[in-house]
């Protein structure tokens, strides 16, 4: 099987232009959540997200996700190898352009019709377009755990050795329709995102786009590149209980968690931080404190292992979250650090782990990043000093 090195990570988000702003905002306790300016939030309960400001004076013809995709790229190498390939993530795509087609549609008095409906597809198209490859790649839809899923697919074949080089592009944008859907099932909070608190009571949406080249170390060594960090562990699961709840127990996720080790080899023992998906739902969060505490419930295990969330300060960017946070946890593992844990002021003493409100730095060669997501699918990563 073939080591899986990540030799680039970037992504844009509410805190910075590339993955460095980003990072050392975090550090600094800061926050991406302001008041909604992408539409007229008054008939909501919660008028707050954590959107990306340079998307408000974006030319006006251009859509919210492809004017993202742009800032991007500036960030990312111009060409890719020739036998690259990319595995992609986004729930709705250009859902901004579709919503104008919707109402357009509406005023006139007739149907959208399917043709004039931008699809998830299309963004994989324009990604391909950008560094001129043939194929629009795969694309991955598993709720808000899609782009750890696409990390997965893509770690595993290049393990197999069905691929040795594949770009992970995640990018989600907030919209009404976006935004009604998760006011209308009461997960967003109207105050402040607290992960992982007592008191927390729902999320906050975000805007970010992120990518990830991976590479099999033979490859990487080929075109001169010095990894960033290896994934060494991958695993998915589903606990398929409900529709958006996931197992209280957190089966799933201790599934999936299991699965990583075993591929990486390691035992429980030897992860030195979590980067966890942290919602701040009631049901969420509770899930993942139950999962952790099974994994790490061992003798061998004489600490706490820190954990944090950064949904409090970047939202939750849905397709986007995984890719995002992993370019996060690259940091993480390089400065031996996690950033603060924003909203958070009372964390739950049900957890087996340290979870703080400021940075908390560790000694350690693993890292655990899960991400959960509606219909009970859940994934996570393993990231390990190259």
Same mark, same amino acid.
């Given at each position: 099987?073939?080591?899986?090195?990540?030799?680039?990570?970037?992504?844009? +988000?509410?805190? =910075?232009?590339?993955? +460095?702003?980003?990072?050392?905002?975090?550090?600094? *306790?800061?926050? *991406?959540?302001?008041?909604?300016?992408?539409?007229?939030?008054?008939?909501?309960?919660?008028?707050?997200?954590?959107?990306?400001?340079?998307?408000?004076?974006?030319?006006?013809?251009?859509?919210?996700?492809? $004017?993202? &995709?742009?800032?991007?790229?500036?960030? %990312?190498?111009?060409? %890719?190898?020739?036998?690259?390939?990319?595995? =992609?993530?986004? &729930?709705?795509?250009?859902?901004?352009?579709?919503?104008?087609?919707?109402?357009?549609?509406?005023?006139?008095?007739?149907?959208? &019709?399917p043709e004039e409906i931008s699809p998830p597809a299309a963004t994989a198209k324009l990604v391909a377009e950008h560094f001129s490859l043939n194929q629009p790649g795969l694309l991955i839809n598993a709720a808000c755990a899609s782009s750890t899923v696409a990390l997965n697919r893509a770690a595993?074949?290049?393990?197999?050795?069905?691929?040795?080089?594949?770009?992970?592009?995640?990018?989600?944008?907030?919209?009404?329709?976006?935004?009604?859907?998760?006011? +209308?099932?009461?997960?967003?909070?109207?105050?402040?995102?607290?992960?992982?608190?007592?008191?927390?009571?729902?999320?906050?949406? =975000?805007?970010?786009? !992120?990518?990830?080249?991976?590479?099999?170390?033979?490859?990487?060594?080929?075109?001169?590149?010095?990894?960033?960090?290896?994934?060494? =562990?991958? *695993?998915?699961?589903?606990?398929?209980? $409900?529709?958006?709840?996931?197992?209280?127990?957190?089966?799933?996720?201790?599934?999936?968690?299991?699965?990583?080790?075993?591929?990486?080899?390691?035992?429980?023992?030897?992860? !030195?931080?979590? @980067?966890? $998906?942290?919602?701040?739902?009631?049901? @969420?969060?509770?899930?993942?404190?139950?999962?952790?505490?099974?994994?790490?419930?061992?003798?061998?295990?004489?600490?706490?292992?820190? &954990?944090?969330?950064?949904?409090?300060?970047?939202? $939750?960017?849905?397709?986007?979250?995984?890719?995002?946070?992993?370019?996060?946890?690259?940091?993480?593992?390089?400065?031996?650090?996690?950033?603060?844990?924003?909203?958070?002021?009372?964390?739950?003493?049900? +957890?087996? @782990?340290?979870?703080?409100?400021?940075?908390?730095?560790?000694?350690?060669?693993?890292?655990?990043?899960? @991400?959960?997501?509606?219909?009970g699918i859940n994934a996570a990563l393993i990231l390990s000093k190259s």
């Amino acid at each position: 099987m073939n080591e899986v090195v990540i030799v680039a990570a970037e992504a844009v +988000s509410a805190l =910075g232009d590339n993955r +460095s702003q980003t990072w050392h905002k975090l550090l600094a *306790g800061e926050s *991406g959540t302001a008041p909604v300016t992408g539409f007229d939030p008054a008939p909501y309960y919660c008028r707050i997200a954590a959107g990306i400001k340079k998307l408000d004076s974006r030319p006006q013809a251009a859509g919210r996700l492809e $004017h993202l &995709l742009q800032l991007l790229f500036k960030n %990312l190498p111009p060409t %890719l190898p020739a036998s690259c390939r990319l595995i =992609g993530s986004t &729930l709705k795509g250009a859902i901004d352009l579709q919503e104008k087609k919707w109402q357009q549609a509406a005023a006139d008095g007739k149907p959208a &019709l399917p043709e004039e409906i931008s699809p998830p597809a299309a963004t994989a198209k324009l990604v391909a377009e950008h560094f001129s490859l043939n194929q629009p790649g795969l694309l991955i839809n598993a709720a808000c755990a899609s782009s750890t899923v696409a990390l997965n697919r893509a770690a595993g074949r290049i393990a197999a050795g069905f691929d040795d080089c594949i770009l992970v592009w995640a990018a989600e944008i907030i919209s009404e329709f976006v935004f009604a859907g998760f006011a +209308s099932i009461k997960a967003l909070t109207p105050d402040c995102c607290r992960p992982f608190d007592k008191h927390r009571n729902g999320l906050i949406l =975000g805007e970010a786009a !992120a990518a990830l080249l991976l590479m099999s170390k033979e490859k990487a060594q080929q075109e001169g590149l010095k990894p960033l960090a290896e994934i060494s =562990g991958w *695993g998915i699961a589903n606990d398929a209980v $409900h529709l958006t709840a996931p197992a209280r127990d957190g089966r799933g996720l201790l599934k999936a968690c299991r699965r990583a080790l075993n591929r990486a080899r390691l035992k429980p023992e030897a992860i !030195a931080a979590i @980067n966890a $998906h942290g919602t701040a739902t009631i049901h @969420n969060d509770e899930m993942e404190i139950a999962a952790f505490n099974h994994l790490f419930d061992n003798s061998a295990t004489p600490k706490k292992i820190p &954990l944090h969330s950064v949904k409090g300060a970047l939202g $939750h960017t849905l397709g986007a979250a995984g890719a995002l946070e992993t370019t996060i946890a690259v940091n993480s593992l390089q400065e031996q650090c996690l950033p603060p844990t924003m909203g958070l002021r009372q964390p739950e003493t049900a +957890s087996c @782990n340290r979870i703080e409100p400021q940075r908390q730095d560790f000694s350690g060669n693993h890292l655990l990043l899960t @991400n959960s997501g509606f219909g009970g699918i859940n994934a996570a990563l393993i990231l390990s000093k190259s």
